[in-house]
C-alpha cells in the first residue's frame, strides 16, 4: 500500500505537520492552492517570555487569489529577516541547543530565495533532517490535476500511484468519505498527541513551531516527534 499525505508548504510547522509524514511514502505539496494570509503558511507561533507569539515572514501584496508558489518575499533590505532573527535570539538565546540551531536558521533565513515557496521547501528539507524524515516530496503544480475538492485529492493521490490518503483532522469539516469509497482510495485520519518537552518561559505550550522543539531539545527531536505514538 502506497500512503499519501497532501499539505500546503507551511513555514516551521508544528509537531502535527511532520507527523502525518511517518506515516507517508509520498508527501504531495500543496504548492497551487491559494495563498492565505491568515493562515500558516508564512507564519508560525514561537514562545516569548510573555507567551506564544508569531513569527512571521514578510511577503510582498498581492492578488486574493494567488497561489503559494507565486507569493513573493519581500525585498530583506527592509530589515524583515534582522527582526526575525533578533525576535528568536531575544526568546532562546537560553535555550540548551542555541549554539548549534541558530546560525542553521541564520543561514536559511539569508540563502538567496526569491519566493516563499523556495524559502518554506528550504526550511522544510532541514527539519526533515532533524527528524529522520525521508519523504518522496512531489509538487501539485507538477501533476496537472484540475479537478477540484475531495476530487482534485484523489486526482493527486493517484497522479502519484497512491491507493491510501491519510488526512489531517483539519480536512473533516469538507472530506465526503463516500465519494473516497468510491474511488477505491483507503481513507485514514491521522490521530496525533502532542508531546511533552521541555521549554523555556515557564509551563509547557504545545502547538508551536517545530523551531521551539529544535531549540530545546534538537537531538532528541526525532524521538519526541514518534513519542506520542
Same mark, same amino acid.
Given at each position: ?57 514578510? &511577503? !510582498?501584496?498581492?492578488? +486574493?487569489?494567488? =497561489?503559494?508558489?507565486?507569493?513573493? /518575499?519581500?525585498? $530583506?533590505?527592509?530589515? %524583515? ?23 542553521? &536558521? !541564520?543561514?536559511?533565513? +539569508?540563502?538567496? =530565495?526569491?519566493?516563499?515557496?523556495? /524559502?518554506?521547501? $528550504?526550511?522544510?528539507? %532541514? ?31 493517484? =497522479? ?70
Amino acid at each position: 500500500m502506497t500512503t499519501v499525505v497532501c499539505h500546503q508548504p507551511d513555514f516551521v510547522p508544528y509537531l502535527g505537520f511532520f507527523d502525518r509524514l511517518l506515516d507517508a511514502d509520498v508527501f504531495v505539496i500543496l504548492d497551487d492552492v491559494q495563498f492565505l494570509r491568515r493562515g500558516w503558511h508564512h507564519r508560525d507561533r514561537i514562545k516569548t517570555r510573555d507567551g506564544a507569539d508569531w513569527l512571521t515572514l514578510s &511577503v !510582498e501584496k498581492a492578488p +486574493r487569489e494567488t =497561489a503559494i508558489k507565486d507569493i513573493r /518575499l519581500a525585498d $530583506a533590505a527592509n530589515g %524583515w529577516i534582522d527582526g526575525n532573527l533578533n525576535l528568536l535570539r531575544a526568546n532562546y538565546a537560553a535555550a540548551p541547543h542555541f549554539a548549534t540551531i541558530m546560525p542553521q &536558521v !541564520e543561514a536559511l533565513y +539569508r540563502r538567496p =530565495a526569491a519566493t516563499l515557496l523556495e /524559502l518554506n521547501m $528550504a526550511f522544510l528539507d %532541514w527539519a526533515y533532517g532533524l527528524f529522520d524524515l525521508r519523504p518522496s516530496v512531489v509538487l501539485s503544480s507538477s501533476l496537472a490535476v484540475e479537478s477540484t475538492a475531495n476530487q482534485r485529492l484523489i486526482d493527486l493521490v493517484q =497522479a502519484v500511484g497512491g491507493d491510501s490518503y491519510l488526512s489531517g483532522t483539519g480536512a473533516l469539516d469538507y472530506l465526503d468519505p463516500g465519494v473516497w469509497c468510491e474511488s477505491g482510495i483507503k481513507l485514514t485520519v491521522q490521530r496525533f498527541e502532542h508531546p511533552c518537552y521541555s521549554q523555556l518561559h515557564g509551563g509547557f505550550e504545545p502547538y508551536l513551531s517545530c523551531l521551539d522543539l529544535f531549540f530545546n531539545c534538537a537531538p532528541d527531536a526525532a524521538a519526541i516527534l514518534r513519542s506520542g505514538r
